[in-house]
């Protein structure tokens, strides 16, 4: 049976641990395997053995922010284990630290050789991805330094610089080499009859450009202390619902999720930030679109989120235009990456732009969270950015010469640049894939509500009434075109998309409900969608599903034609209520909170599209993240959108 991988995450750190603790190095799947810092592998094996052997695993590791394991030596039923291994890990921003408790099980003294085989590739994400590409690193050099309490292993190539140190308490009794490049820290540990000895581990991960290396915690439990006490002030004051625990439990799990996915940024003026990441394993880094939508969903509960996203992402908006990155004047960007490969520029990801839709959400966010906090002074710092994104929006972004928003597959990058940006996501009905520009559907909402929002700004923050009238024109005109070209009246619903040549991509799709969301469409428009999305082909009784069954595009366990995301399905909630559809909304609400009970009270990134009707537990998307942060603020959504109903 495949070994399970369990996730542990604090800031831009995350390890992947095997049921036993260990980490393998084991290429590609569906989870990379190790402890990553700021995308670069810091650990790449990390093996317990005793005895000169692989120790059994009698309790794996369970779910949750500090893996535990319990672990013996094999044997028969004949022979009953002469020891227990009792094994704690927990990690925090750069590091991991480990307690190994040692308990004899016989009556006499007992001596126990206890090794861990330690390395460190710094092998970067990408390599790590499934999709077989290699990448050429001339130049690079690895060292290792034996220390008096562990090990450091070194990573070099031109400027970049990396290193992981391993040490231990006590000191090993030596530290061997293995023939791999790998190193081994071993210790002979005196037991007194019945008796225990521990050990702690502690690494520190200083990956290129960390102005310093990590404080390590002393011990797991220190880590997880202080884990409790970061996840309980972030939920503090939050108005759980006292009528739906359900609902409550999804929330206050979100809540830990969003307080642990949080990486550093860097505002307009070098000011330091925490922001939302977009999720683990292979996203923990700062991607505008999931940061903004996260932010958003918070926005009632926790408006700090807001109020770290907008001046990170303003801090890192093109100014200028460059091919490679999709980067034009005023776009805000897609994803930032501080990888090696990204620094080398052999990938596009260390500032990505490649998004039509993260431009207009910044805008919505910078005017939803004036409305919602009364605080002005951000909309007045971030006046010059604003304005660049709308810049963007009229000229690179299409809204005056094409009168939509639109984008061209990226070759290097995105083929799609709406949130359904895998590639094929967006199609007609009959699955066939438009060429040319796209013009996405759900991206002329966020437009729409962006304008809208924008000229409210011009107007009561920045004093300038001809712009707002400008905005408020563009948009009433914007929402006139839309429903003229976009409105499938034989379907009664609003098609996904346009291409090139204007023509409409028929497929039934729950963007339309992000039209509701956005205030897009006339009301009775909006009642015909909001209805259809309710339909058995649409809701499968966890969610709505990307696309309706029936077509030929759908499949159930597609990433974006026929699954379920708790994100897309927060913002249908949202959009419904917006409609006076309460019932609906509350329909969708319970599918979810549904859903996150039988997993946990923790909804992942993606839901398989199989019916409840057939499949009584909801079925699991298998490359979903395991902790995504707008799912996790999908029930903070859900909460604003139907209350504790």
């Not at 990408?126 to 050099?141: C, N, W």
């Not at 359900?246 to 550093?264: F, N, T, W």
Request: aromatic share 8%; hydrophobic share 40%; proline share 7%.
């Amino acid at each position: 049976m495949t070994e399970r991988q369990h996730l542990l995450v604090r800031g831009g750190t995350f390890a992947a641990v095997g049921d036993g603790g260990d980490i393998s190095g084991v290429r590609g799947g569906n989870a990379p395997d190790g402890l990553f810092v700021r995308d670069a592998r810091h650990l790449s094996r990390w093996q317990l053995t005793v005895d000169g052997a692989v120790p059994e695993t009698l309790t794996p590791v369970a779910d949750g922010d500090t893996a535990r394991c319990v672990l013996v030596p094999r044997g028969g039923r004949q022979e009953p284990p002469a020891y227990t291994l009792f094994r704690e890990q927990a990690v925090t921003d750069g590091a991991l630290v480990e307690s190994l408790r040692v308990t004899s099980n016989r009556p006499v003294p007992t001596t126990v050789h206890v090794e861990v085989t330690a390395d460190a590739d710094f092998t970067d994400q990408f390599e790590l991805r499934s999709d077989h590409r290699t990448y050429t690193k001339i130049g690079a050099v690895r060292s290792r330094t034996v220390l008096d309490d562990g090990v450091e292993f070194g990573y070099r190539r031109g400027e970049w610089r990396s290193c992981t140190r391993v040490t231990s308490e006590p000191a090993p009794d030596a530290v061997e080499e293995t023939g791999t490049g790998a190193r081994r820290l071993v210790w002979a540990l005196d037991l007194e009859p019945h008796g225990s000895a521990e050990l702690t581990l502690q690494v520190a991960a200083r990956p290129h450009g960390a102005p310093r290396a990590p404080e390590v915690p002393s011990s797991p439990a220190v880590a997880t202390e202080q884990l409790l006490v970061l996840e309980g002030e972030f939920a503090e004051g939050v108005p759980f619902p006292t009528g739906w625990p359900e609902l409550a439990a999804a929330c206050a799990r979100g809540l830990s999720d969003l307080a642990v996915l949080q990486v550093p940024a860097t505002g307009p003026d070098g000011e330091e930030l925490r922001v939302p990441a977009a999720g683990v394993p292979w996203f923990l880094t700062l991607l505008g679109r999931d940061a903004l939508l996260t932010s958003l969903f918070a926005l009632p509960y926790r408006p700090e989120l807001a109020a770290a996203t907008l001046p990170a992402l303003a801090a890192a908006q093109a100014t200028e235009v460059g091919l490679d990155a999709v980067a034009q004047p005023g776009k805000i960007v897609h994803e930032v990456r501080h990888g090696e490969l990204a620094h080398f520029g052999q990938v596009p990801f260390g500032r990505y732009y490649g998004s039509v839709d993260a431009t207009p959400l910044f805008l919505v966010l910078l005017g939803a969270y004036v409305e919602q906090t009364g605080d002005v002074s951000l909309a007045r710092r971030l006046e010059p950015h604003a304005r660049a994104a709308i810049g963007w929006m009229l000229d690179h972004g299409g809204l005056t010469s094409r009168g939509y928003l639109v984008y061209r597959a990226d070759q290097g990058g995105l083929a799609n640049q709406n949130w359904k940006d895998s590639p094929g996501a967006i199609c007609s009905a009959d699955g066939s894939r438009p060429s040319g520009p796209v013009m996405a559907a759900g991206a002329q909402g966020y437009a729409y509500d962006a304008l809208r929002r924008t000229a409210h700004l011009a107007r009561t923050v920045w004093e300038d009434e001809v712009y707002g009238a400008l905005l408020e024109q563009a948009a009433a005109d914007l929402r006139d075109r839309f429903q003229r070209d976009f409105w499938m009246a034989d379907h009664g619903f609003a098609a996904l998309a346009l291409d090139g040549e204007g023509n409409q991509v028929d497929a039934l799709a729950s963007d339309a409900g992000h039209l509701l969301w956005s205030g897009l469409l006339d009301k009775e428009y909006g009642e015909q969608v909001g209805r259809r999305l309710l339909e058995p082909d649409f809701f499968s009784g966890w969610g709505v599903r990307t696309v309706a069954a029936g077509q030929p595009a759908y499949h159930p366990l597609s990433y974006h034609l026929g699954s379920v995301w708790p994100h897309d399905n927060a913002l249908i909630a949202l959009g419904l209520a917006r409609y006076g559809l309460h019932d609906e909304a509350r329909t969708v609400a319970h599918g979810l909170v549904d859903a996150a009970t039988a997993t946990g009270h923790r909804l992942p990134e993606v839901l398989a599209g199989y019916g409840r009707d057939t499949h009584p537990e909801p079925v699991p998307y298998p490359h979903a993240c395991v902790r995504e942060a707008r799912a996790a603020a999908a029930p903070l959504a859900l909460l604003t959108a139907v209350g504790g109903a």
